[in-house]
């Protein structure tokens, strides 16, 4: 596969890549460079980090990298790093937070591990899961089953830490994105390049820690890319980039990535389903989230609701089936027993239009200025930054 090259309009449509150049290459390849037995180094790590024995990958919520150059002018360490050091990869679909967390820290699409957005129906029930406020059910090992790339790699006797806030310690998402490593809480940019930092020197042999900050993608949603908060966010970002450059040991790398990017969307852009009776006829539960719909219907009603969705959303959405959608290869190949957690019918959003929920969803999900989970250049386009010590 050739080296990916995102397109000069950020809102063209781009598939994701899960053999290459992709988020889920990114700790499969850090365990090949560490020298875990059979671990695969698509991203051609290798080479610059010949004699790496530690590595950090921090994963940045919501830095996509058409972001990077709106936050130039307030993070120079970022956009320094990105001109000299960085490329642009591929995250998985949807492009949203667990999916993304789960691909990154499984090496394997979001097919195979289960997690198929944010929020998702549990298969024979009418209960609604948000992999953001899971707990310990459904069980996290049955529901994302696949062994994460921690595990395989403290079974090849490398030592693993996760770092991220505190509040995530033991939840069901970091149990299935990162069971494994040894679990620090961080609850601010201090703490986490604090404990950053110790995790790596901490250890005699080859180590790799997985971290974590959310500021940037928070702000983005809130108030919007280029806002005021937003800048702050990634100002303070990249104090952080610097002072973990600074302090990385001889032989130890950086990794910097995210889980997807992030675009505003108008308010005139905005379908209500629960204000349009059109939209909500013979569908029982609409899950996922504002730019990547899956709808739930009632029985015989598929045909209708396509045409209802299709004839009402026009040329701002895809409506497929879900077995058109899973024929896209947008989630890789897709487990049997995960196939009920997509809708019948799925929606995806495009150019800058969301389908939002005003009443059956938190009233905050509608009033959102960024969004992302859809298959545009600035949502599916994320940095990999390759910094060494």
């Known amino acids: 596969m050739s080296r990916y090259v995102p397109p000069a309009d950020p809102l ?8 290459g150049d992709g ?4 700790l499969p390849s850090a365990l090949a460079v560490l020298g875990v037995p059979g671990a695969v180094d698509r991203l051609g790590l290798a080479p610059r980090l ?9 994963l940045v919520d919501g830095l996509g990298w058409y972001q990077i150059p709106v936050a130039a002018p307030h993070a120079p360490t970022l956009a320094g790093l990105a001109a000299t050091a960085g490329r642009p990869i591929v995250t998985g679909f949807p492009s949203t937070t667990p999916t ?3 691909t990154l820290g499984t090496g394997v699409a ?3 591990h289960g997690v198929l957005g944010f929020r998702v129906r549990v298969p024979g029930s009418d209960r609604v899961l948000s992999h953001i406020e899971w707990g310990d059910d459904p069980d996290p090992a049955r529901w994302q089953p696949v ?5 395989r790699a403290r079974a090849a006797g490398v030592t693993t830490t996760v770092v991220s806030r505190p509040e995530h310690g033991g939840s069901g998402l970091t149990l299935a994105a990162n069971r494994g490593g040894d679990f620090r809480g961080a609850a601010d940019l201090d703490a986490l390049a604090v404990e950053l930092l110790t995790a790596l ?14 500021d940037v993608d928070r702000w983005g949603h809130v108030t919007g890319v280029d806002s005021p908060h937003w800048r702050v966010a990634v100002a303070e970002l990249d104090a952080l980039l610097a002072r973990l450059v600074d302090g990385l040991p001889a032989d130890a790398a950086l990794l910097v990535t995210a889980d997807h990017g992030q675009l505003n969307i108008p308010v005139e852009h905005r379908f209500d389903v629960d204000a349009d009776p059109l939209l909500r006829a013979g569908v029982r539960l609409v899950t996922g ?5 899956y709808l739930h219907v009632e029985p015989g009603a598929e045909h209708d609701v396509l045409a209802a969705w299709s004839a009402t959303l026009g040329a701002a959405a895809r409506v497929l089936t879900r077995d058109e959608a899973v024929a896209t290869g947008w989630f890789g190949p897709v487990a049997p027993e995960h196939l009920a957690r997509l809708g019948d019918v799925v929606v995806i959003c495009r150019d800058t239009h969301a389908v939002v929920a005003t009443r059956s969803e938190p009233p905050m999900a509608s009033r959102l200025v960024g969004y992302h989970g859809a298959d545009t250049a600035v949502e599916m386009t994320v940095p990999l930054l390759v910094v060494r010590g």
Do not use: K
């Not at 449509?13 to 053999?19: C, E, G, M, N, S």
């Not at 988020?23 to 990114?26: I, R, S, T, Y």
């Not at 010949?50 to 921090?58: D, K, N, T």
């Open 23 to 26: 988020l889920v290459d990114v």
């Open 50 to 58: 010949a004699g790496v024995r530690r590595i950090a990958v921090l």
């Open 147 to 151: 062994p994460t790339q921690l595990q």
């Open 100 to 102: 993304s967390l789960v």
């Open 12 to 19: 063209t449509p781009v598939a994701p890549r899960y053999a």
């Open 201 to 214: 020197a901490a250890g005699t042999g080859p180590t790799l820690v997985s971290g974590y900050h959310p």
């Open 110 to 112: 979001p097919g195979e």
């Open 289 to 293: 989230e504002p730019r990547v719909r």
